[in-house]
Structure formats: structure tokens, C-alpha cells
């Protein structure tokens, strides 16, 4: 598969994994629909591909949880943008580590709105087209956390393990369409994600990663687009990434 002149949708582009997989898919010469709510950030990473690589990028400050501003925008995308190849749904948080009693359902709304019906929304408006063409690719950010549950992430992990279902539900309903579907499953990536989790206290953040190589968001980046570039008869399902330091959600070896 070539990716030259494909349009590229990408959720979460204004940071980490979505920077990251916006950064390799202008690399390879495709044009890129850049969604996420901080606009100064997509501007910026969307100057820099245009300096280095001459990407076009259409951007689109759009928050995923509401669902009408997410049908209307990518409704009214102008022609050139309309066809969109690959999408990938990427935009996601975590709030909190509290244990499931004493968590607060705004974290929990958050969680959900963003990952699942977020994720469900923006699917919801792109893939009539790409069924209409009898081309595409969807690209699902899962986590290891959508199939080990850890302590004090109950609600994150349920949200990731609703992605692992989507993604698979997807599969089954795009069956005799050429429609591919991928989920990727990251281990411990470091990016901004702990430090959303966590509200800002970068001490914490950084503990998570402390005395281990994490991925990053590089790492997770090259295997979109390798699921991105294969043959248009396969199709990669899934792919689990951990850094060599994990082996499980709850298992790290920290030096
Ligand atoms: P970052 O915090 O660096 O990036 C998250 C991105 O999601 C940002 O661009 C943010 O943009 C966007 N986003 C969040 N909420 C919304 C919203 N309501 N509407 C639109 N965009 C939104 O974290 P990562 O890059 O690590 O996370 C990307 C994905 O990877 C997430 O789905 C996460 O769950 C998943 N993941 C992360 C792992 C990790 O260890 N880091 C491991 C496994 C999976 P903005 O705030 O500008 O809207
Ligand atoms: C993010 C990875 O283990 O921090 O999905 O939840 S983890």
C-alpha cells in the first residue's frame, strides 16, 4: 500500500501517539486531517510537516465527546478532504488511579465520552464513506489495559476493553468489504498521557516511567503505519507493543 496522496484522519493529533503517527504518515507523503481540541498545538506540528515534508493538512479543532459537532464537521469537509483513506482513532485520556469506590464519575464520563463514544462518533462519520469507495482503513488505539485490568483502573481499562470490542465488532461488520481494521494495544508509552491522568503533577507522571524504557510514541507510530502499508488483502488485526521492561499491566522491572 502507498501512501502518497492518501488522506490520513487523525484523532489526538495535537500530542504523543498522534503527533507521533501525524509525523510518519507526512513522512510518506500522505495529506493529513489533523482533529483534537488545542488548535495552537495542530497548527504548529502542521507548520512544522508543511516545512519539512510540503504535507498539506486540513485542521480541525474538534472535542470527540460531542457527537454533533463531529458528524457536522466531517460532514462539511471540503472535496479535496472528503475521501478519507485511513482513519486513526487515537484520542483518548485517562483520569485518575482511585479505586472504584472512591472514584468521581466526572473521571468516569470523561473516560468513557472520550475513548468509546468519542471513538464511536467520529467512526460513525467516516466509515459510510469509505464503504460508499470500497476503500479504507481503520486504525483503533486500544491499550494493554483493554486486556489486563489494574488496580485503580477499573473505568480506564473497561473503556480500552470496549475499544478491543469495537474493533472487533468492526471486523465482523465490514466482513466482504475491503475495509481493514486494526486495533494496536500499547504497553507503557511516554507521553503526555500520565501527566492528564494525574492533572498536571509531573512529579507522579514521571514516576510511572521511572527506572524503565518506556515506548514511545514513535515506537507505537511505526506500527500504525507498518498495519497501515501491508498488502490490501491482509489485514492486521491486532498488535500488543510492551517495552522489554513490562510484561504485564501490573509486572515492570525498574532498574
Ligand atoms: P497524550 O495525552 O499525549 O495525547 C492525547 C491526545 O488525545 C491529545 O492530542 C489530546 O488533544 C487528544 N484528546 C483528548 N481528549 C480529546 C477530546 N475530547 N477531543 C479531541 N481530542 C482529544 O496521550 P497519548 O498520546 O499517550 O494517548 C493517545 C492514545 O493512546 C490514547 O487513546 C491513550 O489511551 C492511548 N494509549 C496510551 C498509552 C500510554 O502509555 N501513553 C498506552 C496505551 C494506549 P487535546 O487535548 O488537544 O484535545
Ligand atoms: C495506557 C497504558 O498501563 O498506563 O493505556 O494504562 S497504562
Redesign the pocket.
Known sequence: MMLENSIVLI?????????ACATLFARSGARLIL????QD?LQELAGELQQAYGTPSYLLA????DGAAVQQALQSLPSPWANIDILVN?????RGLDKLHTGALQDWEEMID??LK?LLYVTRAVLPGMVERGRGHVVN?????GRQTYPGGAVYCAS?AAVRAISEGLKLDLLGTPIRVTEI????????????RFRGDRARAAAVYQGLT??T?MDVAEVVVFAATRPPHVNISEILLVPTDQASTTLVHRR
Request: proline content about 4%; overall charge positive; cysteine-free.
Open positions: 484523532t489526538g493529533a495535537s500530542s504523543g501517539i498522534g503527533a482533529v483534537a481540541r488545542r498545538r474538534l472535542d470527540v465527546r487515537n484520542a483518548g485520556l485517562s472520550t475513548n468519542g488505539i486500544g491499550s494493554i489495559a480500552k494495544q500499547p504497553g507503557l508509552v511516554e507521553t503526555e498521557f500520565s501527566q492528564v518506556p515506548l510514541a
